[in-house]
């Protein structure tokens, strides 16, 4: 296993990867993470930002997955577009890349917002095993309209900055 900064050669790979697991579930629509224009080129995105990352997951040089850290707003960031292929899922890659992204994040930022869907029930388990905190609505400014689950991480031990959190 590998985890490394994504590269020109993974775009279409992790494109791929994304696309294929939302059109499976039936979450190919406007609102989702399938039709974000940068999944063409998330190399660059991710390079055009500032205290920003996407990691990729490598078994026998297979890419298999991959997260994004980007900003979102005020010392707050965004885990983004953590996907695995079906069959590699089960295994515990979805945690490494988590570690991998969550440590990059805690050095730069104060806090990690994400947005997912309650469906996908075994993502919403692990990020609360990774002490995310459910809200009940989005962060203001949130791009994927079709998400009906919004989670939120303080990098902060002392203070406990979640904006708002009571179960929907």
Not at 123 to 152: I, R, T, V
Request: hydrophobic share 40%; proline share 4%; with cysteine.
């Amino acid at each position: 296993m590998l985890i490394r900064n994504i590269n020109k050669a993974d775009n279409l790979v992790i494109k791929t990867i994304i696309q294929d697991s939302l059109k499976k579930r039936g979450f190919d629509l406007p609102g989702t993470a399938y039709f974000d224009p940068q999944l063409d080129d998330l190399t660059h995105h991710y390079q055009s930002l500032e205290a920003a990352a996407y990691w990729v997951i490598e078994i026998d040089q297979q890419v298999i997955g991959g997260v994004g850290i980007a900003p979102y707003s005020n010392g707050i960031c965004e885990l983004q577009k953590l996907y695995i292929k079906d069959n590699f899922q089960g295994y515990g890659y979805a945690n490494h890349l988590m570690e991998v992204a969550l440590a990059f994040a805690a050095q730069h930022y104060q806090a990690c917002y994400l947005e997912t869907l309650f469906e996908l029930s075994a993502a919403c388990k692990l990020y609360e095993k990774f002490g995310f905190h459910l809200l009940n609505k989005p962060l203001p400014g949130s791009e994927h309209s079709a998400m009906d689950a919004w989670y939120f991480l303080s990098f902060e031990k002392a203070v406990d900055k979640i904006p708002y959190s009571a179960p929907i």
